[in-house]
């Protein structure tokens, strides 16, 4: 299939992919496979989100004289005074989102391509940007906000994993989300909604306008432009643009992730908690402030990104392959 069309093989309608990747029964579910990756990207890929979320929040640029701590530094910090399990804090929280966050990201994806596309089936790139936003949006109205909320507040706590006695405020996710709304109300759970919707949004339009792009271009270098390109160039076009998202709205995931690691002050509104913390961080932290953490977040998301686009080109191919026939040997029109 090619990268900016949305027909099908053969010139048929187009197929939703990413629902027959939540709906098919055809290969033993394939979307507890896509699940599946995405929990073990998770698995590989969380101590680098852990990291991030620790410099992202550090305040060690406010005092005179201290030096900023790297990746390096803030990991080694992590494991020395809380173990290396500590790395995996809010872990509970990113399992618990990964399904549903992949099934939503790429099934209103491909509904809004189709939705963005002319007569023919083409999906211009500016369709598949706006495509790529909105869906990203979507995914975090939906999922993404809480989860974050949860995880940051379970990954900003300094306790040992090993000490029993060092009993944290926030035991696994399920208790976080329990405390959140009983102190805060359930409100709390969609606080920094519109920043996490904006770094989504331009992460997914970044992301999968590059990733077209990318296709399209490998794509035509082929004999033929629909054969699906090998699993390793889909890894490493993937590689890419997923690295590309992080690096082109890393303030506003610092300052989302601020936002929602403490409680707001009473009467205080979202617009003034954002200028406040800005104005706060360029200030006191400088403007380098604002991109802390980025390192190891193109660690975890490029990687992920590789992963993901692999799994997910592999079952759309084998679902698009096989989808004019019902399991029972049966046409399907």
Known sequence: MSATNVKGPGGKGPAS????LIESRMLRRPSQAGGGAGMMEALACHPLDTVKVRM???RRARAPGTKRRGFLQTGIGIVKKETPLGLYKGLGAVLT???PKMAIRFTSYEKYKQLLANKEGEVSGQATFLAGLLAGITEAVAVVTPMEVVKIRLQAQHHSMSDPLDVPKYRNAAHASYTVIREEGIGALYRGVTLTALRQGTNQAVNFTAYTELKS???NWQDSPETPLPGWQTSIIGLIS???GPL???PIDTI???LQKTPAEPGETAITRIVNISTQMFKQEGARAF???ITPRIMRVAPGQAVTFTVYEYLKTVLEKGRDFLPGGKYEE
């Open 17 to 20: 992919a990413a629902t027959n």
């Open 217 to 219: 271009m490998l794509q």
């Open 256 to 258: 989302k992730t601020r």
């Open 242 to 244: 997923g690295a590309m």
């Open 56 to 58: 992202q929040l550090s």
């Open 248 to 250: 082109s709205n890393a």
């Open 291 to 293: 991109y802390m953490g």
């Open 97 to 99: 989102g990964i399904i």
